[in-house]
Nanobody, 122 residues
Framework: QVQLVESGGGLVQAGGSLRLSCVAS????????MGWFRQAPGKEREFVAA????????YASDSVKGRFTISRDNAKNTVYLQISSLKPGDTAVYYC???????????????WGQGTQVTVSS
């Protein structure tokens, strides 16, 4: 059974940085596109970034791309999300997901992790 396990979240002050990790097990990680999404309280889950098996990536917007960096290490079955210059608006549960294509639509991802909480204080 495929599993995704996120880690690296926590409480951080505005302006700080975090690196989230997501370790995959149970199938060939290198064949999947991996995505990061986030969900703030009372809001819908939103796309942050995705990375193809080749390493090519897409981001939700230019503003996200400037502060968020997605990367992967296929040898470690791990995908990362580096977040810098954190803002209170970044507070959310961050989820990683695996799917066949790099796309911003959550429905195209068939495996999800349990999420890791990121809280940014002002």
């Amino acid at each position: 059974q495929v599993q995704l396990v996120e880690s690296g979240g926590g409480l951080v002050q505005a302006g700080g940085s975090l690196r989230l990790s997501c370790v995959a097990s149970g199938r060939t990680f290198s064949s999947d596109t991996m995505g990061w999404f986030r969900q703030a309280p009372g809001k819908e889950r939103e796309f942050v970034a995705a990375i193809r098996r080749s390493g090519g990536s897409i981001y939700a917007s230019d503003s996200v791309k400037g502060r968020f960096t997605i990367s992967r290490d296929n040898a470690k079955n791990t995908v990362y999300l580096q977040i810098s210059s954190l803002k209170p608006g970044d507070t959310a549960v961050y989820y990683c997901a695996a799917g066949p294509i790099a796309i911003s639509t959550p429905n195209y991802y068939d495996v999800w992790g349990q999420g890791t909480q990121v809280t940014v204080s002002s």
